[in-house]
């Protein structure tokens, strides 16, 4: 086990990371999905994130000099609750400082941001269904399983939809 999570230092990510965020989303593709991203959808695709505010923004935690982890947060408005569920999604923690408390650390600085952020509903996320080890973390932090079952239907031609010669992507 690495550094003490008390180490990390947790910021808003910038565009002088682009190139460790695509890095990081690209490896977490491959573990949790066996997906490979095109790199350069997937670099514009952190590029909006990190230029667009509204489409919401990502958290850095650095230990030992290195950005040892992310995730990102987008928002899902709720008529319901007037107010804005927080997704966590693209987490990625490096191997060598998984179980050191790195994730906690981010997560705990998100439950910071949305408790003082007006109209926060709430925080959600999704994890595959065979990702024990996720699941048991996000349970450790106060996280339940909802009972809303995840249905989606990919635009043409988008990652993992056949194109219009056949070719798969991702």
């Given at each position: 086990m690495n550094a003490p999570a008390?180490?990390?230092?947790?910021?808003e990510?910038?565009?002088a990371d682009i190139d460790v965020l695509v890095q990081f989303n690209a490896?977490?593709?491959?573990?949790?999905?066996a997906k490979t991203l095109d790199p350069a959808v997937l670099k514009a695709?952190?590029?909006?994130?990190?230029a667009e505010p509204r489409r919401g923004f990502y958290l850095v935690a650095e230990q030992a000099g290195?950005?040892?982890?992310?995730?990102?947060?987008?928002y899902e408005w709720s008529d319901w609750r007037n107010g804005d569920w927080w997704w966590l999604q693209s987490v990625y923690v490096r191997p060598e400082h998984r179980r050191g408390g790195v994730f906690r650390a981010l997560y705990a600085q998100v439950e910071r941001?949305?408790?003082t952020s007006a109209g926060v509903a709430g925080l959600r996320l999704y994890v595959e269904r065979d990702n024990a080890s996720a699941?048991?973390?996000?349970?450790?932090?106060g996280?339940?399983?909802?009972?809303?079952?995840?249905?989606?239907?990919?635009a043409s031609g988008c990652l993992g939809e056949p194109t219009p010669s056949g070719v798969r992507h991702g």
């Open positions: 008390s180490a990390l230092g947790i910021r990510a910038t565009q490896a977490m593709a491959r573990e949790t999905e695709g952190v590029a909006a994130v990190l290195e950005i040892a982890a992310c995730l990102m947060i987008t941001r949305a408790a699941q048991q973390t996000y349970a450790t932090l996280m339940h399983e909802t009972h809303y079952r995840m249905y989606e239907k990919a």
